[in-house]
């Protein structure tokens, strides 16, 4: 079938795919656009930039794609009454793909498929970013935002295919970062001890902007990543760690993004996108000395 005519799935519908990954005992993480629609339906209602960018690019897949190894790929296409086509021995030496398998989901087919690694990810990384998530209807291993973002931008600065939806999934996941960050700070507000971890996950996510593929992902699309952080909640906190955390690395982080030039992408609805971005930016949390290059999309 034509990659257009392929249809697009919801979320929702994939839930005998998550029951067969829960009897499985979860073997397989959840990546790819199903993983950031799986955020943005988390976080919808309280993101209205969310609900914006889904009047641009709704919140659907054509797929599903899961990190596993090649034992996983197998007992999941069994757990779903189908047959996994996995690489033979010849050819499994440097392939991505550990499994792939179709079945049937409302009339169409659904492509399903294991890949061994993320790209854009370590080994160790995918196990770090990697949480258990209770949907209304089943338990799902899934990579959370900071992975999500991770692995898009990854996808956005190497791959040129046609038909793909990088960027704009990628776009919704940037959202959907700033609110997973902003829950794991409110939630440390009740549990203290939760303080930590979370801060933790915040600077994994300032790290990897400061490398040459954050550097590479703002050139390519013109993505903004300051606004990555809760500066509202940041700005009000008075908890010590938050404090030095406000005071002593966002401003070095900050500079350091300054000088990123942010390309003007060609098309209309990824600038329209990234335009609702700027319209629901939050003032930065430290007052700057530095120049922060005026966005092209208001």
Known sequence: MAEEQRRQFAFEELTPVFQ????????????????????????????????????????????????????????FARALNAQAEVPDFRHAFGNLMAGKFVISVGGAELN?????????????QVIQFSTLEQTSAVAIRVL?????????????????????????QMLVALVCLRAFFRSLLQHSEL????????????????????????????EKCGVDWAQIVPHNFIAAAT????????????????????????AVPASETHRKMLAILVRHAEPLCVDS??????????
């Not at 399903?112 to 160790?124: A, F, H, I, K």
């Open 289 to 298: 000395s530095f120049a922060i290059r005026k966005s092209k999309f208001r």
């Open 112 to 124: 399903v498929e294991v890949l061994r690694n993320v790209p854009g990810l370590t080994s160790d």
């Open 144 to 168: 959370n935002p900071v992975g999500v973002v991770m692995a898009k931008a990854w996808n956005v600065v190497n791959i040129t295919k046609e038909g793909r939806h990088d960027f704009e």
């Open 239 to 262: 908890r010590p760690e938050l404090v030095r955390f406000r005071e002593k690395r966002l401003p070095g982080w900050l500079a350091h993004l300054a000088g990123y030039r942010r």
């Open 191 to 218: 549990e203290p001890s939760a303080l930590r971890p979370a801060l933790k996950l915040v600077e994994a996510a300032l790290r990897f902007t400061e490398l040459p593929a954050g550097r590479k992902t703002a």
């Open 20 to 75: 067969a990954q829960e009897r499985l005992g979860h073997a397989c993480v959840l990546m790819g656009g199903q993983s950031v629609i799986h955020w943005a339906k988390r976080f919808l209602q309280s993101e209205p930039a969310l609900r914006e960018l889904e009047a641009e690019a709704p919140l659907l897949s054509k797929d599903v794609d899961f990190q596993g190894d090649r034992d996983a790929a197998i007992a």
